[in-house]
């Protein structure tokens, strides 16, 4: 596949990107974005299938992987069964799953992480606290419980985010990525549509910007050298996405401005998304597979005050609700799916010299190409075309501009990861063998390390 | 982390969650606005379509002439039918040159340009009732406000607590019940008219079509069936038989020699204050003047259930002391000749009647004359029974007002002649059309009159008597011939019948005084 130029689209995506100011080189300019499903131990004690998991990546010839979503604290997870790196204890897993990966020339990014009040499973350990925010007002779509954060709670988390960056390059990872969008506890304070704070933390945008800012500093404070930091953005809110009458949230203007800030902090690059929930129609875009929210959405029954209702909307069976939902759930996301926040990922990549990466469903490597090449953004960074196909960094190397089976953005991984093994869900990429999809989706729990002993 | 003591020993094992304590909490506030809406919704609905509300009206003089009493329940019809009947049926009134309600002689009050001031004639009170369907009954001011005019050009002037001697209360009754057996009164045919006066709500409608309008119609067929006997003898204008209806629709009495006639005058009822203890009743067969009001209104249509004590009572407060009507302003009055007429009075009158001086009171005043002695027509007389006495104490047996003081008399009661002038016509059955008239022997008096005009006879101190109509309007004929209805009695020297001219001329001309 060429251009005008007579140059192929991988020529664009092979090129390596070098960060300038953390010396972080990858080989490519795809990213595997972070997604991730319950391999771990309850408790968060990392387990094999997450490294297998990583592998599958990083075999399929990604540059980088941005890990799962790692809480940085108990308080900040949002499903159980996830890796965390809460403690020290968490660090020779982290080393494992960085050694498994860099045997594939692959770099690992962990992306540090809270939930804030976006719990979608608090799990036992959090059962009698409430969780924290930026406000008190609940979350709006799940009934999320939440309180706003005392200072001293502020500081806390703002340590946390420290010493987990310092676990993380004390692991032998190759950079950290603050997880500052999609609603969670960073973006919580960044957006106008939740922050209601009338302290140093909240009203204005540098007030709201101050806890990303601040650890920012953390991670700087408690890392050596200049190890890699990057902040996942979201460009726009889209707060009030799910019910127009909320606020609308920070716009572009916002988080320009931020992005500004975060190069001033000596950030080392940018990733943009969007929406102040997750997941969000415009995140990551797609469809709302409402048979698959009525199977797994009881998981989250208990977790919000609002979760009955929206189990009643699901699982309706008169079936009007659910495809009011999801006819919403598709107005508000819009026609575009590939590539859905270039635009904005263009307009912050226009004010800063750093790069910037464009996260959003890509998988034609024309469009990938035409990102680079049109200084939309440095990367793109990908997940569900990955998780269809492992090995898609592959096809586009070998010339297609999409894989045979494409990744359909069905959005049933996504909903799946609540309850179930993450994996490709999507039956008519399996030509409708159940069973062959199932191998597929289990095959990350293989080789355990019995069998691997074994071998 | 210690956890939040349980507030209360429950049979959780753990106390609850902050989520579960929020869904309890919202589960509580959410039964709590339910039970509020619910309780909101019933009070409307119960306001709406369920409660009874009858119309009450500020100024108690309204109260008299259109406020409930508790008929409406006991014998009412259903506001909208009850409009729509004279409509549909005028053939049943009477023909007489009026039309509606007004062609039985009921009250319309109007104002200066003709046009009815109220929904209804005066007697005539609305309640409503379970399905938001509104009653109409009949009240006190049915029976006892009447009108009266100096002459043909005179406005007539209503006249609260008078008897009502254009009524032909029966004939009312007759009107319905002829109503409710033309086949045109049918579901459909009432609530065509019915639409064409008036949009219902849906459950008024409802109501009207399911159950009112053929509840009245079979209410009033079995009412028409067992009072058919009233129509053999009926009372006319002016005038009721008390107790026959009683004796029929109450007490389903069947035996002919029992269901003698019993037609009476309607009597004034104002100043009831001077009949305290009294015998009250034509036939002074009750001297508490509480259960006579409580009495006359069962007569009304009221039951022993729905009277409606608190508002009869409003009623009989103002009662005690409204006046009588003084002659009016202009008529023919000459003082030197009343004057004259004083002595007369106390000579003749005041023994049995009173002196307007001592408000009427004195020890014959108020009571019984045995019917051999007076003369009059025994009929009224004969028509209340111990039978029928015992039947009176069964009602209401469980209600505080229970008779007690009903008892058989044997002769007719003496009145206090407050406001005697406007009373007319005379004697207890009404047989006499003027008081000239009664003060002249029996055989003197006219055995045929016309009865319903409201131009008074400012000489003879009556209604109007020998025309038989006026301005359009018919009179009918009261014939004294028939059974119940002699002008015979209270007659005599004793009586005044035998003095000069002069002298009645004179007593007459102070009895306009009184």
Redesign the interface.
């Known amino acids: 596949m060429t251009d005008g130029d007579g140059r192929s689209a991988w020529d664009s995506i092979g090129e390596p990107l070098a960060f300038p100011r953390s010396g972080l080189t990858v080989k490519n300019r795809i990213f595997r974005s972070s997604i991730s499903g319950s391999f771990d131990s309850y408790d968060g004690t990392g387990g094999y299938a997450r490294i297998n998991w990583e592998e599958k990546f990083a075999r399929g010839g990604v540059g980088a992987i941005i890990s799962s979503f790692v809480p940085v604290a108990r308080r900040g997870r949002i499903l159980p069964s996830y890796a965390m790196i809460h403690d020290d204890s968490t660090i020779p897993f982290w080393g494992a799953v960085a050694d498994r990966v860099h045997a594939h020339g692959c770099k690992f990014i962990i992306q540090l992480s809270h939930s804030g009040r976006q719990q979608d499973v608090p799990g036992v350990e959090n059962?009698?606290?409430?969780a924290l925010s930026s406000t008190s007002d609940m979350d709006t779509f799940h009934?999320l419980?939440c309180r706003s954060m005392t200072k001293g709670e502020i500081d806390e988390v703002v340590e946390q985010f420290g010493l987990a960056a310092r676990r993380a390059q004390r692991a032998g990872l190759d950079g950290v990525e603050t997880h500052s969008s999609h609603g969670y506890l960073i973006n919580q304070f960044l957006s106008s549509g939740i922050n209601d704070r009338t302290d140093e933390y909240g009203g204005p945008l540098e007030n709201r910007a101050r806890l990303l800012r601040e650890i920012v500093r953390s991670i700087r404070a408690h890392t050596d050298g200049h190890f890699h930091l990057q902040c996942k953005i979201s460009a726009v809110d889209y707060n009030n996405a799910i019910y127009p009458w909320e606020k609308k949230g920070n716009v572009l203007e916002d988080s320009v401005r931020v992005c500004q800030w975060l190069e001033e902090d000596g950030v080392d690059a940018l990733h943009v998304s969007t929406g102040s929930i997750f997941p969000h129609p415009r995140s990551p875009a797609g469809d709302f597979p409402i048979d698959v929210a009525s199977e797994v959405y009881g998981r989250m029954l208990?977790?919000?005050?609002r979760g009955?209702f929206n189990q009643r909307v699901f699982s309706a069976r008169l079936g009007i609700a659910p495809r009011l939902f999801r006819w919403w759930w598709r107005r508000r996301r819009g026609p575009i799916i590939e590539g859905i926040n270039a635009a904005h990922c263009a307009e912050i990549k226009a004010h800063v010299s750093i790069p910037v990466l464009l996260n959003g469903g890509i998988q034609r490597a024309s469009l990938a190409a035409r990102v680079i090449r049109e200084g939309i953004a440095d990367g793109v960074t990908i997940a569900r075309p990955l998780i269809a196909n492992n090995d898609l960094p592959k096809h586009w190397e070998a010339g297609l501009d999409q894989p045979p089976r494409p990744c359909t953005f069905c959005n049933k991984c996504l909903l799946n990861a609540l309850a179930n093994p993450l994996g490709c869900y999507e039956l008519s990429r399996y030509a409708h063998d159940y069973d062959a999809m199932m191998d597929e989706v289990m095959s990350v729990f293989h080789p355990s390390p019995h069998e691997a002993a074994n071998l | 982390m210690p956890l939040p003591r349980h507030p209360l020993p429950r049979w959780e094992m753990d106390p609850p969650t902050p989520v579960e304590r929020h869904i309890r909490d919202r589960r509580r506030r959410r039964a709590f606005l339910a039970f509020l809406a619910v309780a909101a919704l019933a009070m409307f609905v119960y306001w709406r379509y369920l409660a009874d509300v009858p119309r009450d009206y500020t100024r108690v003089e309204d109260q008299f002439k259109y406020g409930s009493i508790g008929s409406e329940q006991g014998n009412g019809v259903p506001y909208w039918i009850w409009k729509v009947l004279p409509e549909m049926f005028p053939e049943h009134l009477p023909r007489n040159g009026l039309s509606g309600y007004e062609a039985l002689g009921f009250v319309v009050e109007r104002d200066a340009e003709g046009r009815p001031l109220h929904d209804t004639p005066v007697g005539f009170s609305r309640r409503r009732t379970v399905g938001r369907v509104e009653l109409v009954g009949l009240n006190c001011a049915s029976c006892h406000v009447s009108v009266y005019r100096g002459s043909e050009s005179e406005e007539p002037r209503v006249t609260l607590g008078m008897p009502a001697h254009r009524l032909d209360l029966l004939s009312y009754f007759g009107f319905l019940i002829r109503c409710a057996r033309d086949p045109r009164f049918t579901t459909d045919n009432l609530m065509a008219a019915i639409d064409r006066r008036a949009s219902l709500d849906p459950i008024e409608r409802l109501a009207y079509r399911s159950v009112a309008i053929p509840r009245t119609r079979e209410r009033l067929l079995a009412v028409g069936g067992r009072a058919e006997r009233l129509f053999e003898h009926p009372s006319g204008v002016g005038r009721i038989d008390t107790f026959t209806p009683y004796k029929l629709i109450q007490f389903g009495y069947r035996d002919p020699e029992k269901l003698r006639p019993g037609n009476t005058d309607l009597p004034s009822i104002w100043n009831q204050k001077i009949r305290g203890g009294m015998q009250l009743h034509w036939d002074g067969n009750n001297t508490s003047v509480h259960e006579r009001n409580i009495s006359a209104g069962i007569g009304a249509g009221a039951s022993p259930t729905s009277i409606d004590l608190a508002r009869l009572a409003r009623i009989e407060a103002w009662l005690w002391t409204l006046p009588p009507p003084k002659w009016p302003e202009g008529w023919k009055f000459d003082a030197g000749l009343a004057e004259r007429g004083a002595p007369i009075y106390r000579r003749y009158c005041a023994d049995c009647h009173g002196l307007p001086e001592e408000d009427f009171q004195g020890r014959r005043v108020g009571t019984v004359v045995p019917i051999g002695e007076i003369g009059t027509d025994p009929e009224r007389l004969k028509s209340y029974t111990v039978d029928f006495m015992n039947n009176q104490y069964s009602l209401g047996v469980d209600q505080d007002w229970r008779f007690h003081a009903f008892r058989k008399t044997g002769g007719y009661a003496n009145q206090p002649l407050d406001g005697i002038w406007a009373r007319a016509p005379y004697l207890h059955n009404g047989s006499v059309p003027t008081l000239r008239h009664l003060l002249s022997p029996a055989a003197e008096r006219p055995g045929r009159f016309h009865v319903g005009d409201d131009v008074y006879d400012q000489d003879a101190l009556g209604f109007s008597w020998e025309r038989a109509g006026r301005g359009g309007v018919t009179f009918p004929e009261f014939d004294a011939t028939r059974l119940g209805d002699s002008n015979a009695g209270h007659e005599g020297p004793a009586y005044g019948t035998d003095l000069p001219e002069a002298d009645k001329a004179a007593l007459l001309e102070y009895l306009k005084t009184l």
């Open positions: 059962r009698y606290r409430v009934g419980l208990y977790s919000g005050v009955g």
